[in-house]
């Protein structure tokens, strides 16, 4: 690259994409100036991701310790570190459903606090056509793990402790209750049968597809730009098989359509006021596979949006749901209301 | 915006993308280097690569998306598209072609109507957003006879012979075979855009395309296979299929049907790290045009689509 398109990729950086990188991280940035606090809690984290911002105080540095603009210091890595926390998340579900282990050791560690999988188990499938569905999904989702991790490379975030497992205090069960499937104290077993494993599939897909389109206008390097079209595309294929499936069984389980409807209102009770989420219903004489606004475009969300669903809140959080740690990396607060 | 925040803006799109954009329009810059509406300065045409905007780029798009649009217009509607939404610059072609599916499965008359709805609003969203830029549908050859563009690519893929016909409106299954032979193509040139538009509300609007494109493909390949259980046919047809757009597009492979690979179905087409394919603007001409060479016209597109991006790859 000429020496020309550095210093326009700098002005563009701490110019033009401040204010769209606020939008993107609102509480998040939060998150940003605390790094130290993520120092204290992880002991060995190395806040290599900010060296090159100037921004981040080091440890050593006594009080008063500068004022840090927050916005300075979010990099590529911080953003691709946030997915990869999303994708762990993702593959370690799909690899208990459809092999009934975790993802292998060799692609967990890293920075921050490596944390345990509360796990789940493997689905007794009914339809073989749904165990092929899962077997292919979790293979592309360990893909997204390896390849973020080996992008990212040395500062890629360890996973942190997921919480896929089976109980009435579990995080499916709450985002189950949250969407009014189950009742107080009730289970929601995603591994119990085809349906509650596309259900809880559900959950999830969607979410990922707005997630890498709300994070893509701040991706600064062309590769990992297009690296993170390519998965957002795969997310997408992920959520479009996950809802034809669902649309078709929800023939003869309107149930199950329902269930895609509370859901999204779930998703949509926990992040912005705006409505970002729709289930499957029939619109008319139209499904509804496809999950986008009125110009027939995909929703995004900021990283702030994203985090409270997953961590099952509304509120400015650290930590919930299925992070009961919180996530690993700079981008790790939900966004307040 | 700020005011610095453009003069960054225009200046990154004449400097910095540059190369990424040579190598994205590779064979198409020859194209437009003929293209009639090329600048000039003292009588001397400007390089044509420093001329490509994010308006041609959403052009391009725009084009494909006239052509999708009005294959699930006349699937689901019987009508295409309303004529205010066809003009612009360039050369206004007219549909030959299309008719009503008489479907079968309730579920896939509600599919094409979802798709046809969302294919329509995204011509609109282009066109809007190119305003007077925009360019005009180009002729469309969406007709089931032996010498239409459906035709010859079932007949490159190895579906019917000489002579025969592929009539996407004649049934359930052949509609969503039909469908299978755009979708798939619509993800890898968004993709393969992404990484070259300069304007951030445009990339992300094209992020938001790229997505939908995906889940309409997702859609077709979950129906397919679904049925296919039924009818293996059905998938052996989506893998020629593939193979004639991975014939057309180049050496590399981009391209996948869905038959099961081991004990997993093959829903998402995607490489060894679970990333979408991307494929140049001649590329996708090259599958669009029906044509392995360096053309400016042929299959869907009998005179060629509107724009500057108009040459397919010489594969």
Do not use: W
């Amino acid at each position: 690259m000429m020496d020309e398109d550095k210093v326009l990729e700098l002005l563009e950086l701490s110019e033009k994409r401040r204010d769209a990188r606020r939008a993107f991280l609102r509480s998040g940035s939060a998150a940003a100036i605390a790094a130290g606090g993520v120092t204290l809690l992880s002991g060995c984290f190395e806040d290599g991701n900010n060296n090159n911002s100037g921004n981040t105080p080091a440890p050593q540095t006594p009080a008063p310790p500068p004022p840090p603009p927050a916005t300075g210091a979010i990099t590529d890595q911080d953003i691709l570190n946030f997915a990869l926390n999303l994708e762990y998340l993702e593959a370690q579900f799909y690899s208990y459903a459809a092999f009934g282990t975790g993802l292998p050791e060799n692609l967990l560690g890293g920075t921050g606090t490596r944390g345990q999988v509360i796990g789940g188990a493997k689905v007794n499938f009914t339809d073989p056509v749904v165990a092929a569905y899962a077997r292919e999904i979790a293979m592309d989702e360990r893909q997204h793990v390896a390849f973020l991790r080996q992008a990212i490379g040395a500062t890629a975030v360890a996973q942190p402790a997921i919480d896929v497992g089976v109980s009435s205090l579990s995080a499916f069960s709450a985002a189950a209750r949250a969407a009014g499937l189950i009742g107080p104290g009730e289970v929601f077993d995603p591994y119990a049968n085809d349906e509650n494993f596309l259900l809880g599939a559900y959950i999830f897909e969607d979410v990922g597809v707005t997630a890498y389109k709300g994070a893509s206008p701040l991706i600064t390097s062309k590769t990992f730009l297009e690296a993170a079209a390519g998965i957002l595309a795969a997310e997408a294929y992920h959520a479009g098989l996950v809802r034809t499936v669902l649309y078709g069984k929800g023939i003869q389980t309107p149930a199950l359509v329902t269930a895609t409807e509370k859901i999204s209102d779930a998703r949509d009770s926990l992040d912005d006021p705006s409505d970002k989420d729709q289930g499957v219903m029939q619109r008319g004489l139209a499904s509804n596979i496809v999950l986008a606004d009125a110009n027939a475009i995909a929703y995004s969300r900021s990283a702030g949006d994203v985090l409270n669903i997953v961590y099952l809140t509304a509120a400015a959080a650290s930590q919930g749901g299925f992070f009961p740690a919180g996530v690993n990396g700079t981008i790790r607060m939900s966004t307040a209301g | 915006m700020n005011e610095g925040s453009k003069v960054v803006e225009v200046l990154e799109a004449r400097a910095e993308r540059r190369s990424d954009r040579r190598d994205f329009f590779r064979k198409a810059v020859a194209g437009m280097a003929a293209a009639p509406l090329v600048l000039t300065i003292g009588g001397t045409p400007l390089h044509a690569q420093a001329a490509v905007s994010d308006a041609d780029i959403l052009n391009f798009a725009l084009n494909l998306e006239y052509l999708e649009a009005q294959f699930y217009y006349y699937a689901f509607f019987g009508t295409g598209l309303p004529a205010n939404i066809l003009g612009g610059t360039g050369t206004q072609g007219t549909v030959t072609g299309g008719r009503k599916v008489t479907f079968t499965d309730p579920v896939v008359s509600q599919y094409a109507a979802e798709i046809a709805a969302d294919e329509r609003a995204h011509v609109e969203f282009l066109r809007t957003a190119l305003g007077s830029a925009a360019v005009a549908q180009p002729a469309i050859d969406i007709s089931s006879t032996p010498t239409g563009a459906f035709s010859t690519a079932a007949r490159a893929a190895g579906l019917i012979g000489a002579g025969e016909s592929f009539d996407p409106y004649a049934n359930d299954e052949n509609f969503l075979l039909g469908a299978f032979i755009f979708e798939d193509v619509g993800v890898t040139a968004y993709k393969g855009a992404a990484a070259l538009i300069s304007n951030k509300v445009f990339l992300e609007a094209a992020a938001g395309i790229l997505a939908v494109e995906a889940y309409h493909a997702a859609l077709i390949r979950t129906t397919l296979f679904r049925k296919g259980i039924q009818a293996p046919a059905l998938i052996t047809a989506t893998e020629k299929i593939s193979g004639a757009r991975d014939s057309l597009d180049g050496s590399s492979d981009k391209d996948q049907g869905i038959a099961m690979r081991g004990d997993a179905s093959n829903i998402a087409p995607l490489d060894e790290n679970g990333l979408a394919y991307s494929r140049t603007a001649g590329e996708v001409l090259n599958i669009v045009y029906l044509t392995a060479m360096a053309r400016s016209q042929g299959g869907f597109f009998p005179a060629g689509v509107n724009g500057t991006i108009r040459t397919s790859s010489a594969n």
